[in-house]
């Protein structure tokens, strides 16, 4: 049974209309007054506004950007290693994992190496993509990710979201100390060899909030200021 | 704090180029002036005709123009958002403005679509009586007062006939046609709907726009727009003048309400309906639309001309206008270029006010349209006509009416005030309410 409202007939005072109206006017002139003549706060974490004065919390998109929560799952990359070589070793984990078939791997073999692999040609339809992160988890080298808070560049035809390899390669180098490249010896010189092995961090076997560090943004850090404005706000 | 500043800086800005404004529009008045004296015709017909292009060709249309921009840019400010600033010159939103330019492009190069079953002539015809008569509303409205530019009388006022408000009744009263013709032309059911819709709207709250002006007639004596305004001028209670919101503040209110309805704008936007039917003007396209469109803005603005200049003093700056009329302190042309942008500032308050009440009120219902019309306006004009009517006869000098006045706007405050701590005792006798609720379990 639905809910029952109380059918309350209006008093004297609501059924003048006009003083009701104008408190209204009082609150909405308040707004404009506000919003009007005072510059907006521009930060793109809106939660942290200062809505003392302008209390507009527009983001004008193109310009200003909002950053986006941790967990976002972004533009794919292809991790580089610290030579500028992809990480990925071409084992189609990911174009298996992927329920939307849009990964495409053509593996070559590393010249000089018995045992390496790298993909010659890795191509992922945007289009195509539904963006499970499925491909990220199924990484077992940990060299796709989708951590670059970015979507697709729109584009006028549909090749443009077609991104190979050479789109995809890019973003901060990542290095772990158990990489083959780095305990069976390589061909590469050996200051580079060095500074990889430098670079070079044990993996995590516990799942944390790496963006949480990020100076500037947290996730856990917006939402208790925003409990706390609520609380003052109660009060 | 930079906007802030800038605010102010622009509404300044504004204000002293109206003021030049209207001595360019004093001095072209007075030279056509003199042009049809030496054609050997009155000199009224040259300042009349001047004004004519002035005030109605330039004036109204671009403030008229300019509304449509301010409403997105206004009502955005008023909702907590920036509004149209995509459309950019050089890289500078400026405000909005430049959609002006974008949507007259787009009225203008729009395909124009006609409903097959139409009456030709009257669809043709309904947008020009939409537009016509609100737009020569606006001749009986005195935009500045009677200045003497060497050694002529000029005014700001395109026509200065004796009938003043009547004829403003008898047009606005003609603009129902427009409306419902071409609701009933279209041949659409929407159409037809928003017509009589607009037409009942219409008709019911002419009754007390009527009624709520003859109090100020009574009080002024006379019907005559710009008598009206200098008569406003003159002191009353001590150095207050005799402003028409002072005397008439329940007609004030009643007025601005019923003219308010006669604009069809939110919250009396039934003929339009945008969420039922489209209204009455659903099957025009392109500029016929456009007409309609602008002819709400322009009845917007004749609106508030009308509101300021029987109520808020019309030209008159209100202060230092002892000072300032003296022509000792300020050249007459200077001191008419004040006085009509005191006028014009006035008009865009209220013109401001008017989209503030459109964002802070709901859509009336059809029959709370009526309610309000009949059972709270025309009662309440009623009495302000009586108690008027007592009052200029008990004591001709107005003394007594502005008492009145003055005693019931302090009234409307009051029950403002009442009313604005109604809503915190009311949620407390809630909470108690649910307390013993809780108890008797």
Redesign the interface.
């Known amino acids: 049974m639905p809910y029952q409202l109380d059918n309350q007939t209006a008093d004297v005072r609501e059924s003048l209309y006009f003083p009701e109206i104008f408190r209204a006017i009082g609150i909405v002139m308040r707004t404009f007054w506000r919003n009007a003549f005072f510059s907006r706060d521009a930060n793109p974490d809106v939660l942290a506004r200062d809505l003392s004065h302008s209390r507009v919390t527009t983001v004008t998109y193109p310009e200003e950007k909002v950053t986006y929560a941790p967990g976002y799952r972004g533009l794919h990359r292809l991790v580089p290693r610290a030579d500028g070589n992809p990480r990925c070793v071409a084992c189609y984990m990911c174009a298996t994992a992927c329920p939307a078939q849009c990964i495409y791997i053509e593996a070559g073999e590393v010249e000089g190496d018995p045992i390496e692999k790298w993909p010659t040609k890795f191509i992922i339809d945007e289009l195509r993509c539904v963006v499970c992160g499925f491909c990220v988890e199924a990484c077992p080298k940990d060299a796709i990710r989708m951590d670059t808070g970015e979507h697709p560049k729109p584009t006028y035809d549909r090749g443009g979201q077609i991104y190979d390899e050479k789109r995809l390669l890019r973003g901060p180098p990542v290095s772990y100390d158990y990489d083959p490249w780095l305990r069976r010896g390589s061909r590469l010189p050996q200051p580079a060899m060095k500074q990889m092995r430098d670079l070079a961090r044990p993996f995590a076997r516990e799942a944390k909030d790496e963006f949480s560090e990020t100076p500037g943004f947290s996730a856990r850090t917006l939402a208790s200021e925003a409990r706390a404005r609520a609380e003052a706000g109660n009060k | ?4 500043v800038g ?1 102010w800086l622009v509404i300044g800005a504004v204000l002293l180029g109206l003021v030049l404004l209207f001595m360019g529009f004093y001095l072209l008045a007075g030279w056509a002036a003199g042009v049809a004296a030496w054609l050997g015709a009155p000199e009224f017909y040259g300042s009349a005709i001047a004004n004519t292009v002035t005030l109605m060709a330039v004036l109204l249309m671009t403030v008229a123009a300019l509304l449509t921009v301010a409403e997105r840019k ?1 009502s ?7 509004g149209a ?1 995509r459309i950019k010159v050089f890289g500078m939103a400026l405000g909005g403005v430049p959609y002006l330019l974008a949507d007259a492009l787009k009225m203008l190069t729009k395909e124009a679509t006609y409903p097959a079953a139409r009456s030709r002539l009257l669809f043709e015809l309904a947008p020009v009586m939409a537009f016509a008569p609100t737009f020569a509303l606006f001749a009986v409205v005195p935009v500045g007062p009677e200045v003497e530019l060497s050694g002529r009388k000029v005014a700001l006022l395109v026509a200065n006939p004796d009938v003043g408000l009547l004829w403003i009744f008898a047009l606005a009263g003609l603009s129902v046609y427009g409306t419902t013709l071409a609701g009933w032309a279209s041949n659409s059911r929407a159409g037809l709907l928003g017509g009589v819709r607009a037409a009942s709207q219409m008709i019911s709250y002419e009754v007390s726009l009527g009624m709520s002006l003859v109090g100020v007639m009574l009080a002024y004596k006379t019907v005559n727009l710009q008598d009206m305004v200098i008569a406003q001028g003159a002191a009353v209670l001590g150095p207050v003048p005799a402003l028409g919101i002072l005397l008439q503040p329940l007609g004030f ?1 009643v007025f601005f309400t019923s003219s308010f309805a006669e604009t069809k704008r939110a919250p009396f936007d039934l003929p339009e309906g945008e969420s039922e039917i489209v209204g009455y003007f659903v099957e025009y396209s392109g500029m016929k639309f456009g007409m309609m469109f602008l002819a709400e803005f322009v009845e917007v603005v004749i609106l508030a001309g009308v509101v300021t200049a029987v109520f808020l003093g019309g030209w008159h700056p209100v202060f230092f206008e002892s000072w300032l009329s003296n022509p000792a302190n300020v050249p007459p042309l200077l001191y008419g270029g004040i006085c009509a942008a005191a006028f014009l500032a006035k008009v865009i308050l209220l013109c401001w ?1 008017q989209l ?2 459109r ?3 709901p859509r009336f219902r059809f029959d709370q349209i009526q309610a ?1 019309c009949w059972k ?1 306006l025309l009662p309440g004009a009623l009495i302000n006509l009586f108690v008027t009517g007592a009052a200029v006869l008990l004591d001709p000098s107005l003394q007594l009416l502005a008492w009145i006045g003055a005693a019931e706007i302090v009234a ?1 405050f009051g ?2 005030a ?3 701590r ?1 809503p915190a005792t009311s949620a407390g006798a809630h909470d108690q309410g649910h307390a013993a609720h809780a108890a008797g379990h």
């Open positions: 704090m930079k906007r802030f605010m206004w955005a400010a008023m909702q907590d958002r920036i600033n209110l006010l503030v009440i964002w802070l009120l309000l709270m409307i029950i403002t009442a009313a604005s109604a």
